[in-house]
């Protein structure tokens, strides 16, 4: 990653990379408030709250649509008016709000497998989803900054990637409705060996110390 840091200093530091700062930013304030104020006492998220949440959170979602629509303003030499171009870059930005959404579903039922193989207490399940997502999002921006400053020097590695995408759909293709076995998993079972983890839970730490030692 350290090849990557001046492509990326620099394209930061650039004028138009500014609203994405502020975006992010304003992202990560509000994943803040979600654990550390809004639900910063671990409790089992019933129905009526989730449904309230999950409106509270698509608001939210569809108010950025409004302001792109009524603050964008077009590259310079477009030659769409202002307003089309608003509307565009709304419409741009919704559609991809509603496909992200659905293709997340299929999450939903990983998520469902992992809390009941895990036995996660209801009242923990918030908290173990959001630092889930969390450490998803991590990696995903680090695989697409170094992608990007790899692609960027090196072209020929596309095809690599390429091929590893066809590899993984064709494996799973193949697949079919095999059943999944998340404690086979190998990184499962080298964290098991290499790491102390614990069998329960401790009042929701992810870090406790059993006979004097640091566990998981």
Sequence with gaps: MFFAAPYWIERLTHSDAIPWVLFNAFVLVMLLLDLFVFHRHAHEVRMKEAVLWSLFW??????????????????????????????????????????????SVDNLFVFLMLFAYFAVPRSYQHRVLFWGIVGAIIMRIVFILAGVAIINRLHWVMFIFGAFLVFTAAKLAASGDEEVH?????????????????????????FTRVDERLCV
């Design 58 to 103: 698509i608001s939210l979602a569809m108010s950025f649509a409004v302001l792109l629509h009524f603050t964008y303003e077009p590259q310079a030499g477009a030659t769409d008016p202002s307003s089309l171009a608003r509307r565009g870059a709304a419409l741009k930005y919704i559609t991809g709000y509603l496909v992200e959404l659905s293709l």
């Design 182 to 206: 998340p404690e086979k998993n190998p990184i499962l079972r080298l964290a098991r060996r290499w790491l102390p983890v614990t069998r329960g839970y401790h009042a929701g730490a992810f």
